[in-house]
């Protein structure tokens, strides 16, 4: 697609519930990126993959945040056991290349609204 | 610990004007720094960056400045116009971070008023 493209944009979850959160990045993006931002806050970094690895996931908060990209492509973020400080946007971003740098432009996507109640 | 500070969180400026909206940073390690646009149900949208090499850089009605000593820097929007009314983040990585992580500050939301 033209760019990245996330699913659902609104997720409304009950306390206690797992949801799933989909990725599509630009076609041909070697990197994804999850992060997530609170209300009046900055985005913050959650996981990296370069492929289809997991280069990176010191930011997921808990072992209830879990993301994987099988096939290098699209990515999944998976929140078990939901609870209400989970509420944020979740946003993914790709970039052509494999490492960020001045130069290398990441893309975001609109993001996915999750709100625990 | 922020390591990443956006001490304004709103901007109101007159179209036409300059608009400066200011970044700081406490971690030296950092060796690039970006800024992004966001508008409302949007994601966040590249502006433009800077090289810690560098102590400015240009692109068309946006300058960025750096200034390494003080850890701050700062974008210059001028002439300001409607369209640029958005919140504005500053984000910084480098290679001490992987490469892959960036960090933003909060956020200033930019008004301009017509």
């Known amino acids: 697609g033209a760019g990245v493209s996330q699913s659902p944009r609104y997720k409304v979850a009950k306390r206690g519930q797992d949801v799933a959160l989909r990725c599509d990045p630009i076609?041909?993006?070697?990197?994804l990126f999850w992060y997530q931002q609170a209300l009046g806050q900055g985005p913050e970094f959650l996981t990296y993959?370069?492929?289809?690895?997991?280069?990176?996931k010191s930011g997921l908060p808990s072992d209830r945040f879990f993301a994987e990209r099988p096939e290098g492509s699209v990515s999944t973020l998976k929140i078990q056991r939901t609870q209400q400080e989970d509420s944020a946007v979740y946003l993914c971003?790709?970039?052509?290349?494999?490492?960020?740098?001045?130069?290398?432009?990441?893309?975001f996507g609109e993001g996915s609204w999750l709100t625990v109640v | 610990d922020q390591q990443v500070k956006q001490n304004s969180p709103s901007l109101s400026v007159q179209e036409g004007r300059i608009s400066i909206l200011n970044c700081d940073y406490t971690n030296s390690m950092f060796d690039y720094f970006l800024w992004y646009k966001k508008y409302p149900a949007e994601g966040p949208t590249f502006l433009i960056s800077i090289s810690s090499i560098k102590d400015k850089n240009e692109d068309g009605r946006f300058t960025v400045f750096l200034n390494k000593s003080a850890k701050h820097l700062s974008l210059h929007i001028v002439p300001s116009q409607p369209g640029d009314s958005a919140v504005y983040f500053c984000a910084a990585g480098g290679a001490n971070f992987g490469n892959e992580k960036l960090t933003f500050g909060t956020g200033t939301r930019l008004t301009i008023i017509p």
């Open positions: 076609s041909g993006h070697v990197s």
């Open positions: 971003a790709s970039s052509l290349a494999g490492q960020v740098y001045a130069g290398n432009t990441i893309y």
């Open positions: 993959f370069q492929n289809e690895a997991q280069l990176d």
